[in-house]
């Protein structure tokens, strides 16, 4: 695993259960070896919306070629 804390990555898949989508970025904020990490996604006013553990495969780097966006935020579940 090539993660460090505080690094800033890209959702890899969609999460409807809290309303998050592919290319959403979010945080490190802990890392739980061999494969997991906890992820921190933020709305553009700095409010947490959601604090997740996943795995390494579910994000990315983000990459030079990355645009950033914003959506609105509908939770679905």
């Known amino acids: 695993m090539n993660y460090s804390t505080l690094d800033t990555v890209v ?39 959601a604090l997740l553990t996943l795995k390494v495969n579910d994000v990315r780097h983000v990459a030079d070629t990355d645009l950033v966006t914003v959506r609105q935020f509908a939770r679905s579940a």
């Open 11 to 49: 959702l890899n898949r969609d999460l409807p259960e809290h309303g998050l989508k592919v290319g959403d970025l979010g945080t490190i904020v802990e890392i739980y070896e061999p494969d997991g990490i906890e992820v921190e996604f933020v709305m553009a006013s700095g409010r947490t919306s």
